[in-house]
Structure formats: structure tokens, C-alpha cells
């Protein structure tokens, strides 16, 4: 045990106790985890404790702000406003990765993404581990990922090469198996410093609440918190969908049916991936108009939900017209290919469209 593991035990033992953490508290804990000197051991109950007290939304905010601080920082120089769209991951259900081809649907609509992602911690292939696959490179520079942004309208930030302070939580997080703050962290702290708007996929929907209030102080102008009833971290076509919108500094709460702007019910089987193979060809197919009309609807009722916090439309129903287009036309496959030049290998692409029959 180190000496920092014996600074930190006093949170732990806080959070044990089921005491809130103070905005000090959590400085001063963030800042010994960013040392990268604690104990896997230490981090790991640091955050099973904080997990089974129930985080806070303050807790959550001061957690953010502290993250972002020592992030690698992005400020791109657009027309048009800056989004994202994240989920917390840990549905099991398997979908494709939906949040991805949104974002792509979203750009070839005319709105500008600064996608944030991480590799999966529980489902078949995050969005690192789709882009990856078809060819970015997740080595790529601070510059190359700006000068994308500025330039096609579309960017992955990943997460590790841009929070190099929380390095060391990974192991933690693998070492606990199951959901932790950081699955809340990582969807809201997103270093790209004029980011305007974001849709937000919550899984827990004990969580839903907690994340809405959170999101209303952290500098955004539009934020969407969505929860499928499915436990389904985005927007789906199997149910209906809680929908928590920031209004000024309030919320607004609605429930949105699918069937309410035009898109067919779905089940839970037509969307569920077996394989991470089929992820990846369902994810292609998406994003270039050749999957199933199930799996197109969750696509485009998400890239919906982009356009909305974009305020490139006033309501998800609009914004369904443009996604479709925006597949239609093959603007969204044109976002791809102008997102893997800038940032990795097109051959590599296109090998994977060969192997896996995607037609072009």
C-alpha cells in the first residue's frame, strides 16, 4: 500500500458510511487517481462505494468538472454548433452501435459531430471497437482529429488518448465487471471545449433522473437524456422512451412511442447482435441503407435526437426525414469514408466491405 492509497482511504470510508462527497473531496481524489500511484485494489472500492452509496448529481458534476480539467483539450472552429452522442453502455443488449451511425446520419444532415467513445466494457463492440475494425486509427493525433472535425464535419474523440489522467481507472473498472461512475462520466466528459449539445443514453433507469439534473450545469446550451424501456442506452423502436430535454435551466420530461413520428415497432430480437462480426456488417449496412427496416428505424429516430440538440430541426419527427435522407443519398457513407481518410486507412475500409459483403 502506498502512501497515496492511505491519503485516499479517508473517501472510501466516507462513501462507506454513505456520506456525499464535498466538491473538495472529489478534487482531492480525482487528483490522487490522475497521479496514477494509487492501487488497482483502492480505485476499485473507491468506486464500488461510491456505486452502492448511489451517486448524487453533484457528486457527478464535481466528478466531470474535475475529469475535464485534466483533459487533453479540442477546440474546433465550426459554422454550425458542436454535438455528441453517448450512451453508458452496459445494456447487454447487444445492439448494433447505434450512437456511431447516428453521428454519421447526423453529419451527412449538415450537422457538425465531435464524437466521443470509448472501447465496449460490456456489450460486442463500442464505437473504438467498430472504428478501429473499418480502418481509424485510435493513435491519431490531437491535430488530425481537429482538422477533421473543422474540415468534414465529423470526428471520434477516443476516450484513453484524450483522459490520459484516468488511465489508471481501467483496470479498476475491469476488475469490479459491472456498472461504476465512470460509465456516467464518460458520456458527459466529452474535451471538446464548445461542444453546444448532446443526446445522452442511460441504461439504468434508476439513473435517469440523477443524469438529467446533472447535465444542467455543465455548460451545454441543449442536452437530451433518453432511456429506452427496454433498458436500451438510446433512443429504440421496441417501446417507448423516457426523454429528459434541458429547457433554459429546467427539464422538461416527455415519452416518446416510435410509432408517434412514423417508426414502425420493433422487438428486442431484430436488434440484438449474436457476434461482434454481425455488429460491425449490421453498423456498415446502417449507415449505408442496406439493413433491415427495424434496425434503419433505431438509426434514423436516433440521428433524430442529434439533429434536435443541433437545432438543425424542432422535433424528432423532422429530424427523421432528414436522417433518411441523409442514408438515402449516401451522405452518412460519405461521412465515413471522409472520417476514416483523415484519420486512418481507407484500403482498410474497403477490405472490410469486401470481406463482409457490404454492397456500396
Sequence with gaps: ????????????????SREDLTKEDIEKSVD???????????IAAFLVALTMKRETPNEI??????VRERAVHLTPKHNSPIVDICGTGGDSINTPN????????????????AKHGN??????CGSADFLEYIGFDLASSSSAILSSIEKTGIGFIYAPMFHPSM?????????????????IIGP????CTNLAGQVIGVTDPSLFETISKASL????????????????????????????????DQLKRIQLDPRDVNIESATIDTIKMKTKEQSIKTTLECIYGHAERDLLGIVELNAAAVLVVADRVHDIGDGIELARKSIIEGKARSKLYQLIEYCGQIRRLKEVEDDLGIRN
Design 119 to 124: 472501447r465496449s466494457m460490456s456489450g460486442l
Design 61 to 66: 458534476q464535481y466528478l466531470i468538472r474535475s
Design 167 to 183: 488511465g489508471a481507472v481501467s483496470a479498476a473498472r475491469k476488475a469490479i465487471g459491472a456498472r461504476t461512475v465512470f460509465n
Design 98 to 113: 447505434i450512437s456511431t451511425a447516428a453521428a454519421l446520419v447526423a453529419s451527412g444532415s449538415g450537422v457538425c459531430v
Design 217 to 248: 450545469n455543465l455548460g451545454l446550451r441543449n442536452v437530451m437524456v433518453v432511456h429506452a424501456h427496454e433498458n436500451i442506452d438510446e433512443l429504440s423502436n421496441t417501446g417507448p422512451n423516457d426523454v429528459s430535454i434541458k429547457v433554459g
Design 188 to 191: 458527459l466528459s466529452n474535451p
Design 32 to 42: 490522487l487517481i490522475s497521479k496514477g500511484q494509487l492501487s488497482v485494489a483502492s
Design 1 to 16: 500500500m502506498t502512501c497515496q492509497d492511505i491519503e485516499f482511504r479517508p473517501f472510501i470510508k466516507k462513501l462507506i
